[in-house]
Protein backbone atom coordinates (compact mmCIF):
# COMPACT_ATOMS: atom_id res chain seq x y z
CA UNK A 1 0.00 0.00 0.00
CA UNK A 2 1.31 3.17 -1.02
CA UNK A 3 0.24 6.88 0.95
CA UNK A 4 0.64 10.05 -0.23
CA UNK A 5 2.01 12.92 1.87
CA UNK A 6 -0.37 15.66 1.81
CA UNK A 7 1.55 17.71 -0.73
CA UNK A 8 0.95 15.75 -3.36
CA UNK A 9 -1.88 15.98 -6.03
CA UNK A 10 -4.24 13.92 -5.94
CA UNK A 11 -7.39 13.05 -8.11
CA UNK A 12 -10.49 14.58 -6.08
CA UNK A 13 -13.04 12.25 -7.27
CA UNK A 14 -13.77 8.62 -8.61
CA UNK A 15 -16.48 6.72 -9.32
CA UNK A 16 -16.61 3.00 -8.77
CA UNK A 17 -19.12 0.17 -8.65
CA UNK A 18 -19.36 -3.25 -6.77
CA UNK A 19 -21.79 -6.31 -6.98
CA UNK A 20 -23.67 -7.43 -3.74
CA UNK A 21 -23.00 -10.60 -2.54
CA UNK A 22 -24.79 -14.10 -1.22
CA UNK A 23 -22.69 -15.63 1.18
CA UNK A 24 -22.51 -19.71 0.94
CA UNK A 25 -20.52 -20.48 4.15
CA UNK A 26 -22.21 -17.58 6.41
CA UNK A 27 -20.72 -15.12 8.38
CA UNK A 28 -22.53 -14.59 11.50
CA UNK A 29 -20.56 -13.91 14.31
CA UNK A 30 -17.26 -11.49 15.48
CA UNK A 31 -13.98 -11.92 17.29
CA UNK A 32 -13.61 -8.50 17.14
CA UNK A 33 -16.50 -5.81 16.50
CA UNK A 34 -14.79 -2.81 16.25
CA UNK A 35 -12.46 -4.70 13.39
CA UNK A 36 -15.34 -6.93 11.64
CA UNK A 37 -13.44 -9.81 12.43
CA UNK A 38 -15.18 -12.56 11.59
CA UNK A 39 -15.27 -15.86 13.96
CA UNK A 40 -14.87 -17.80 10.94
CA UNK A 41 -14.64 -17.63 7.39
CA UNK A 42 -17.27 -17.21 4.72
CA UNK A 43 -17.59 -17.96 1.02
CA UNK A 44 -20.17 -15.86 -1.16
CA UNK A 45 -21.06 -15.66 -4.76
CA UNK A 46 -21.35 -12.16 -6.71
CA UNK A 47 -24.43 -11.26 -8.35
CA UNK A 48 -24.40 -9.89 -11.40
CA UNK A 49 -26.20 -7.54 -12.14
CA UNK A 50 -27.13 -6.66 -8.24
CA UNK A 51 -24.97 -3.72 -8.77
CA UNK A 52 -23.77 -0.38 -6.45
CA UNK A 53 -22.23 2.82 -8.17
CA UNK A 54 -20.76 5.22 -5.74
CA UNK A 55 -19.08 8.73 -6.73
CA UNK A 56 -16.86 10.48 -4.10
CA UNK A 57 -15.46 13.77 -4.19
CA UNK A 58 -12.97 15.27 -1.68
CA UNK A 59 -13.35 18.96 -1.70
CA UNK A 60 -11.53 21.58 0.40
CA UNK A 61 -14.81 23.57 0.20
CA UNK A 62 -17.16 21.54 1.89
CA UNK A 63 -17.84 22.07 5.83
CA UNK A 64 -19.12 18.61 6.57
CA UNK A 65 -19.66 15.62 4.44
CA UNK A 66 -22.40 15.11 2.36
CA UNK A 67 -24.44 11.43 1.57
CA UNK A 68 -26.66 10.66 -1.33
CA UNK A 69 -28.23 7.37 -1.64
CA UNK A 70 -30.74 6.57 -4.71
CA UNK A 71 -30.28 10.68 -5.31
CA UNK A 72 -31.93 12.17 -1.65
CA UNK A 73 -30.23 12.70 1.39
CA UNK A 74 -28.76 9.26 2.85
CA UNK A 75 -30.86 7.78 6.16
CA UNK A 76 -28.99 9.38 9.26
CA UNK A 77 -27.73 5.93 10.24
CA UNK A 78 -26.44 4.81 6.62
CA UNK A 79 -25.02 8.57 6.31
CA UNK A 80 -23.12 8.21 10.09
CA UNK A 81 -21.51 4.70 8.43
CA UNK A 82 -20.24 6.38 5.40
CA UNK A 83 -18.75 9.15 7.50
CA UNK A 84 -16.99 6.57 10.10
CA UNK A 85 -15.82 4.80 6.88
CA UNK A 86 -14.20 8.30 5.80
CA UNK A 87 -12.60 8.74 9.13
CA UNK A 88 -10.58 5.79 8.09
CA UNK A 89 -9.63 6.85 4.58
CA UNK A 90 -8.59 9.54 6.11
CA UNK A 91 -6.38 7.97 8.36
CA UNK A 92 -4.51 5.98 5.27
CA UNK A 93 -4.18 9.52 3.38
CA UNK A 94 -2.82 11.31 6.93
CA UNK A 95 -5.49 14.06 6.55
CA UNK A 96 -9.68 13.75 6.94
CA UNK A 97 -11.31 15.85 4.08
CA UNK A 98 -14.70 15.98 3.86
CA UNK A 99 -16.60 14.52 0.97
CA UNK A 100 -20.02 14.69 -1.16
CA UNK A 101 -20.61 10.88 -1.53
CA UNK A 102 -23.28 9.79 -4.24
CA UNK A 103 -24.25 6.27 -3.93
CA UNK A 104 -27.18 4.18 -6.26
CA UNK A 105 -28.07 0.70 -5.99
CA UNK A 106 -29.45 -1.09 -9.01
CA UNK A 107 -31.27 -3.19 -7.46
CA UNK A 108 -34.90 -2.96 -5.29
CA UNK A 109 -33.94 -0.54 -2.41
CA UNK A 110 -35.67 -1.63 0.40
CA UNK A 111 -36.03 -5.50 -1.09
CA UNK A 112 -33.95 -6.55 1.95
CA UNK A 113 -31.07 -7.62 -0.09
CA UNK A 114 -27.65 -6.77 1.39
CA UNK A 115 -26.32 -3.65 0.05
CA UNK A 116 -23.74 -2.75 2.56
CA UNK A 117 -21.44 -5.59 0.51
CA UNK A 118 -21.47 -3.70 -2.80
CA UNK A 119 -21.80 0.03 -1.28
CA UNK A 120 -18.59 -0.64 1.08
CA UNK A 121 -16.60 -2.50 -2.05
CA UNK A 122 -17.48 0.62 -3.97
CA UNK A 123 -16.79 3.39 -1.41
CA UNK A 124 -13.51 2.27 -0.49
CA UNK A 125 -12.30 1.55 -3.93
CA UNK A 126 -13.78 5.21 -5.02
CA UNK A 127 -12.45 7.00 -2.16
CA UNK A 128 -9.37 5.50 -2.09
CA UNK A 129 -8.97 6.42 -5.74
CA UNK A 130 -10.12 9.92 -5.18
CA UNK A 131 -7.59 10.34 -3.12
CA UNK A 132 -4.73 8.85 -4.79
CA UNK A 133 -4.11 6.17 -2.19
CA UNK A 134 -2.81 3.08 -4.19
CA UNK A 135 -4.23 -0.40 -2.46
CA UNK A 136 -3.57 -4.03 -3.67
CA UNK A 137 -6.87 -6.20 -4.19
CA UNK A 138 -6.48 -7.72 -0.67
CA UNK A 139 -5.30 -4.40 1.34
CA UNK A 140 -8.55 -2.85 -0.38
CA UNK A 141 -10.98 -6.21 0.82
CA UNK A 142 -9.52 -5.44 4.08
CA UNK A 143 -10.47 -1.87 4.46
CA UNK A 144 -13.98 -2.72 2.69
CA UNK A 145 -14.52 -5.08 5.46
CA UNK A 146 -14.14 -2.43 8.10
CA UNK A 147 -17.42 -0.86 6.65
CA UNK A 148 -19.43 -3.61 6.56
CA UNK A 149 -17.53 -7.12 6.81
CA UNK A 150 -19.45 -8.54 3.86
CA UNK A 151 -17.92 -5.88 1.97
CA UNK A 152 -14.67 -7.26 2.28
CA UNK A 153 -15.96 -10.13 -0.77
CA UNK A 154 -17.45 -8.05 -3.22
CA UNK A 155 -14.04 -6.38 -4.02
CA UNK A 156 -12.72 -9.72 -5.33
CA UNK A 157 -16.38 -10.40 -6.54
CA UNK A 158 -16.51 -14.46 -7.96
CA UNK A 159 -16.85 -17.11 -5.71
CA UNK A 160 -14.93 -14.86 -2.81
CA UNK A 161 -13.62 -16.80 0.37
CA UNK A 162 -13.03 -14.26 3.52
CA UNK A 163 -10.43 -15.96 5.26
CA UNK A 164 -10.92 -15.39 9.04
CA UNK A 165 -6.88 -14.34 9.90
CA UNK A 166 -5.36 -14.53 12.97
CA UNK A 167 -3.46 -10.83 13.23
CA UNK A 168 -5.21 -8.86 15.66
CA UNK A 169 -5.23 -5.98 13.78
CA UNK A 170 -7.31 -7.82 11.33
CA UNK A 171 -4.49 -7.47 8.48
CA UNK A 172 -4.83 -11.18 6.85
CA UNK A 173 -8.70 -10.84 7.37
CA UNK A 174 -9.33 -10.76 3.50
CA UNK A 175 -10.87 -11.88 0.75
CA UNK A 176 -9.69 -13.40 -2.72
CA UNK A 177 -11.16 -14.67 -5.64
CA UNK A 178 -11.70 -18.58 -6.28
CA UNK A 179 -13.67 -18.72 -9.06
CA UNK A 180 -14.01 -16.47 -12.22
CA UNK A 181 -17.15 -15.10 -13.50
CA UNK A 182 -16.42 -16.93 -16.92
CA UNK A 183 -15.29 -20.03 -14.98
CA UNK A 184 -18.56 -21.42 -13.71
CA UNK A 185 -21.75 -21.04 -14.74
CA UNK A 186 -23.69 -20.76 -11.22
CA UNK A 187 -27.04 -18.73 -11.27
CA UNK A 188 -29.11 -17.23 -7.71
CA UNK A 189 -32.46 -16.83 -7.96
CA UNK A 190 -33.73 -14.24 -5.36
CA UNK A 191 -37.58 -14.25 -4.49
CA UNK A 192 -38.21 -10.69 -3.08
CA UNK A 193 -41.00 -11.05 -0.19
CA UNK A 194 -42.23 -8.80 1.83
CA UNK A 195 -40.23 -7.60 4.61
CA UNK A 196 -42.88 -6.96 6.77
CA UNK A 197 -42.08 -5.50 10.20
CA UNK A 198 -38.63 -4.23 10.08
CA UNK A 199 -36.03 -6.97 10.87
CA UNK A 200 -32.88 -6.59 13.18
CA UNK A 201 -30.05 -5.98 10.94
CA UNK A 202 -27.26 -7.83 10.35
CA UNK A 203 -24.93 -6.36 12.91
CA UNK A 204 -26.88 -5.83 15.81
CA UNK A 205 -28.07 -9.93 15.51
CA UNK A 206 -25.17 -11.30 14.74
CA UNK A 207 -23.63 -9.43 17.88
CA UNK A 208 -27.14 -10.57 20.04
CA UNK A 209 -26.70 -14.29 18.71
CA UNK A 210 -22.95 -14.30 19.45
CA UNK A 211 -23.95 -13.11 23.08
CA UNK A 212 -27.53 -15.22 23.75
CA UNK A 213 -27.83 -18.12 21.73
CA UNK A 214 -26.79 -21.35 23.80
CA UNK A 215 -25.88 -22.95 19.74
CA UNK A 216 -23.50 -19.82 18.44
CA UNK A 217 -20.33 -22.01 19.59
CA UNK A 218 -21.70 -24.83 18.07
CA UNK A 219 -22.79 -22.55 14.91
CA UNK A 220 -18.67 -20.85 14.61
CA UNK A 221 -17.73 -25.08 14.28
CA UNK A 222 -20.30 -25.92 11.79
CA UNK A 223 -19.44 -22.59 10.06
CA UNK A 224 -15.76 -23.52 9.64
CA UNK A 225 -15.98 -27.43 9.16
CA UNK A 226 -19.05 -25.81 6.22
CA UNK A 227 -16.35 -23.73 4.41
CA UNK A 228 -13.68 -26.41 4.40
CA UNK A 229 -15.93 -28.88 3.05
CA UNK A 230 -17.44 -25.91 0.18
CA UNK A 231 -13.53 -24.92 -0.89
CA UNK A 232 -13.14 -28.62 -1.70
CA UNK A 233 -16.51 -29.03 -3.48
CA UNK A 234 -15.62 -25.78 -5.71
CA UNK A 235 -12.21 -26.68 -6.84
CA UNK A 236 -14.01 -29.91 -8.00
CA UNK A 237 -16.69 -27.71 -9.36
CA UNK A 238 -19.35 -30.18 -7.71
CA UNK A 239 -22.34 -27.71 -7.47
CA UNK A 240 -24.47 -30.31 -6.46
CA UNK A 241 -21.99 -31.02 -3.04
CA UNK A 242 -21.99 -27.41 -2.95
CA UNK A 243 -25.66 -26.28 -3.00
CA UNK A 244 -26.25 -29.37 -0.04
CA UNK A 245 -23.53 -27.49 2.21
CA UNK A 246 -25.14 -24.38 1.39
CA UNK A 247 -27.94 -25.11 2.45
CA UNK A 248 -27.19 -27.09 5.34
CA UNK A 249 -24.97 -23.84 6.36
CA UNK A 250 -27.97 -21.27 6.22
CA UNK A 251 -30.32 -23.58 8.44
CA UNK A 252 -27.14 -24.24 10.82
CA UNK A 253 -27.16 -19.88 11.22
CA UNK A 254 -30.76 -19.26 11.25
CA UNK A 255 -31.13 -22.05 14.10
CA UNK A 256 -28.79 -20.21 15.59
CA UNK A 257 -30.38 -16.86 15.58
CA UNK A 258 -34.06 -19.12 16.10
CA UNK A 259 -32.16 -20.04 19.90
CA UNK A 260 -31.12 -16.91 21.19
CA UNK A 261 -33.24 -15.29 23.64
CA UNK A 262 -35.08 -13.51 22.48
CA UNK A 263 -34.92 -15.01 19.50
CA UNK A 264 -33.59 -13.43 16.06
CA UNK A 265 -36.44 -14.54 13.66
CA UNK A 266 -35.22 -14.03 10.04
CA UNK A 267 -37.64 -16.26 8.06
CA UNK A 268 -41.03 -16.18 7.18
CA UNK A 269 -43.87 -17.72 5.90
CA UNK A 270 -42.46 -16.79 2.45
CA UNK A 271 -38.84 -18.28 3.18
CA UNK A 272 -40.09 -21.05 4.29
CA UNK A 273 -42.13 -21.91 1.37
CA UNK A 274 -39.04 -21.30 -0.79
CA UNK A 275 -36.87 -24.16 1.07
CA UNK A 276 -39.60 -26.06 0.18
CA UNK A 277 -40.01 -25.45 -3.14
CA UNK A 278 -35.99 -26.05 -3.20
CA UNK A 279 -36.64 -29.89 -1.93
CA UNK A 280 -39.51 -30.39 -4.23
CA UNK A 281 -37.35 -29.13 -7.04
CA UNK A 282 -34.65 -31.83 -5.99
CA UNK A 283 -37.22 -34.51 -5.83
CA UNK A 284 -37.93 -33.54 -9.06
CA UNK A 285 -34.55 -34.12 -10.60
CA UNK A 286 -33.83 -30.12 -10.87
CA UNK A 287 -30.72 -28.86 -9.01
CA UNK A 288 -32.22 -26.36 -6.57
CA UNK A 289 -30.78 -25.38 -3.06
CA UNK A 290 -31.72 -23.20 -0.49
CA UNK A 291 -30.17 -20.17 1.37
CA UNK A 292 -31.31 -16.70 3.15
CA UNK A 293 -29.77 -13.99 4.94
CA UNK A 294 -31.14 -11.41 7.45
CA UNK A 295 -34.35 -11.14 5.70
CA UNK A 296 -37.22 -13.27 4.28
CA UNK A 297 -35.75 -13.88 0.91
CA UNK A 298 -35.12 -17.04 -0.12
CA UNK A 299 -32.66 -17.63 -2.82
CA UNK A 300 -31.71 -20.50 -4.71
CA UNK A 301 -28.53 -21.97 -5.89
CA UNK A 302 -28.55 -23.82 -9.40
CA UNK A 303 -27.26 -24.11 -12.48
CA UNK A 304 -28.24 -22.14 -15.49
CA UNK A 305 -29.54 -24.79 -17.22
CA UNK A 306 -32.15 -25.03 -14.15
CA UNK A 307 -32.37 -21.54 -13.48
CA UNK A 308 -35.57 -20.61 -15.86
CA UNK A 309 -37.57 -24.28 -14.28
CA UNK A 310 -35.92 -22.79 -10.54
CA UNK A 311 -37.34 -18.50 -11.39
CA UNK A 312 -40.58 -20.09 -12.12
CA UNK A 313 -41.43 -22.41 -8.76
CA UNK A 314 -39.98 -19.58 -6.56
CA UNK A 315 -42.36 -16.64 -8.60
CA UNK A 316 -45.24 -18.92 -7.90
CA UNK A 317 -44.18 -18.72 -4.06
CA UNK A 318 -47.46 -17.06 -2.31
CA UNK A 319 -45.50 -13.64 -0.85
CA UNK A 320 -42.44 -13.38 -3.33
CA UNK A 321 -43.39 -10.25 -5.12
CA UNK A 322 -40.59 -10.54 -7.71
CA UNK A 323 -38.12 -12.75 -8.52
CA UNK A 324 -34.36 -11.59 -9.41
CA UNK A 325 -32.12 -14.06 -11.52
CA UNK A 326 -28.38 -13.18 -10.83
CA UNK A 327 -24.79 -14.95 -12.57
CA UNK A 328 -21.82 -15.45 -10.91
CA UNK A 329 -20.60 -11.30 -11.26
CA UNK A 330 -17.01 -10.20 -11.17
CA UNK A 331 -15.01 -7.89 -8.21
CA UNK A 332 -15.49 -4.32 -7.87
CA UNK A 333 -13.92 -1.86 -10.42
CA UNK A 334 -13.59 1.79 -11.31
CA UNK A 335 -15.68 3.56 -13.83
CA UNK A 336 -13.84 6.61 -13.67
CA UNK A 337 -11.00 8.40 -11.88
CA UNK A 338 -11.79 12.87 -11.80
CA UNK A 339 -14.56 12.37 -14.02
CA UNK A 340 -12.30 10.74 -16.57
CA UNK A 341 -13.62 7.51 -17.56
CA UNK A 342 -10.37 5.08 -15.75
C1 LIG B 1 -26.31 -12.88 7.22
O1 LIG B 1 -21.61 -7.85 6.53
O2 LIG B 1 -23.94 -6.95 6.89
O3 LIG B 1 -25.61 -11.62 5.32
O4 LIG B 1 -20.03 -6.70 9.23
O5 LIG B 1 -21.82 -5.99 10.81
O6 LIG B 1 -21.71 -4.98 8.52
P1 LIG B 1 -21.45 -6.20 9.37
O7 LIG B 1 -22.43 -7.33 8.86
P2 LIG B 1 -22.81 -7.79 7.38
O8 LIG B 1 -23.33 -9.26 7.70
C2 LIG B 1 -23.73 -10.17 6.73
C3 LIG B 1 -24.43 -11.30 7.39
C4 LIG B 1 -25.12 -12.28 6.47
C5 LIG B 1 -24.20 -13.43 6.09
C6 LIG B 1 -23.08 -13.11 5.12
O9 LIG B 1 -23.24 -12.25 4.23
O10 LIG B 1 -22.03 -13.76 5.24
Request: net charge neutral.
Amino acid sequence: MSHRDDSSPFPGRARARALANVALVKYFGKRDAALNLPAAGSLSIALEPLETVTAVEFSEDLEADVVVLGGASAPEAFAARVRRFLDLVGELAGRRRYARVETINSFPTGAGLASSSSGFAALALAATSALGIDLDGLALSALARRGSGSAARSVPGGLALWQAGTAADGSDSFARRLVEPGDWDLRLVVGVADPGPKEVGSTEGMEHVRRTSPYYDGWVRTASADLEAAVRAVAARDLERLGEITEDNALAMHAAALAARPAVAYLSGPTIEGLRVARRLRAAGIGAWFTCDAGPQPKLLCSSADEPAVARSLGDVSGVQEVLRCRLGGGAGLVSVSGKPS
